[in-house]
Structure formats: C-alpha cells, structure tokens
T-cell receptor
C-alpha cells in the first residue's frame, strides 16, 4: 500500500497563475483533508471531505477550491495564486468511526508563489 | 474557544537525557488526543491516540499520558534519531467527526 500520495512534490508559480494539487489514497478512507503548514502556525485545515462528492470549508478556505469526484482522490485548486499561499500543503485521510479518527498524512507539496 | 497549546516550542537534549513534552488543551469535550512525529521535509507520522484520563501508551523510548487538561510525551534516554517535531492534536465532541485541531508542535533536538 502506498498510503497517501501527493503530486507534485514541489512547484513554483507566479502570482496570478493557477494550479491543482492532487492527493490520492489507497486505504479506502471516507474522509480526506487538505492542510497548509507555515512556520510558527502549525497545521491549518483548508477544506475537507466526508465522502465522494462532498466538500466542506475548514479554517482557512479563502483562495482555494476542492473537488472529490472519486473516493480515492481529493484535489486542491488555486485559481489565482498569491504570495500569501506560499506554504507546504499536506493531504490526509481517515476512517473516523469506531474510535479510529487517526489521520494519515501524505509527504507534502512545497509551493512557492513569486 | 477550543485551543491546543504545546510547550516548550523547542527543546534541546543531550543523548540519554530524559524529558517530557507538554500538550495542554481547553476543549468543550475531548473525543481523543493524538500525537504525531514530523521529520523535516516529511508529513506527520502517527504515534499514539489517547481517549481517557489516566490512559498511557508506550512505543520504544516514548510514553504518552493523558489527564483531564493535558497530555505529556515522555522521552526516556533519547537518541539523536528521536530528533523531530512532535505534534499534538485533539478531536472535539460536538465538532465534525474526524476533524482534528493541531498544536504548533515542539521541535526536539537530541545531540550526541
């Protein structure tokens, strides 16, 4: 099992460009999450999904959109990138029933917006 | 407002020097407390889940404990390979199932 994978690993964008980050999991998890991690700020939830076809806003959703067309994939989109979106982005998944709320994380995507 | 606070922000230990990391939480109801380890340039890796005050879990040199207000991650005789950032997170009763709230982490450095 690969667990949670993220594509790409690193990307440089110019202000105003768009891009999509891909997250895939092979653990048959229902729930998936996108976080950003900035120095001194910890992990902050951007958007999450509780199942195929569903999405919901987290703590810091502005400037991002998401889609969950397939259970195993969760896409994070930046329509018009801004320097403030320079960060490391982590995807996670979980199967939060029967006291199993543990989230499993991918390796991250480093994004630099110039 | 629910909050998770970790202390200290950074900790430097000599190899073999035992210590503890703290995670205090102020939530309306705890559904679970989670500890993760994060190495530089990698995603967080799950270590432990604790559910009830008094519960303890161990893994190699690490031992996690839980009270009604805080959790401790005890590191016994640490080695340089234990150097990492340790993250604490909580699940909160009444919030969306599966959603976790993270602290900012403690960066641990163990030198030989």
């Amino acid at each position: 099992n690969a667990g949670v994978t993220q594509t790409p690993k690193f990307r440089v964008l110019k202000t105003g460009q768009s891009m999509t980050l891909l997250c895939a999991q092979d653990m048959n998890h229902e729930y998936m999450y996108w976080y950003r991690q900035d120095p001194g700020m910890g992990l902050r939830l951007i958007h999450y999904s509780v199942g195929e076809g569903t999405t919901a806003k987290g703590e810091v959703p502005d400037g991002y959109n998401v889609s969950r067309l397939k259970k195993q994939n969760f896409l994070l989109g930046l329509e018009s990138a801004a320097p403030s979106q320079t960060s490391v982005y982590f995807c996670a998944s979980s199967y939060p029933w029967q006291r199993q709320e543990t989230q499993y994380f991918g390796p991250g995507t480093r994004l630099l917006v110039l | 407002e629910d909050q998770v606070t970790q202390s200290p922000e950074a900790l430097r230990l000599q190899e073999g020097e035992s210590s503890s990391l703290n995670c205090s939480y102020t939530v309306s109801g705890l559904r679970g407390l989670f500890w993760y380890r994060q190495d530089p340039g990698k995603g967080p890796e799950f270590l432990f889940t604790l559910y009830s005050a008094g519960e303890e879990k161990e893994k190699e040199r690490l031992k996690a404990t839980l009270t009604k207000k805080e959790s401790f991650l005890h590191i016994t005789a640490p080695k340089p390979e234990d150097s990492a950032t340790y993250l604490c997170a909580v699940g909160v009763r009444g919030s969306t199932l599966g959603r976790l709230y993270f602290g900012r982490g403690t960066q641990l450095t163990v030198w030989p």
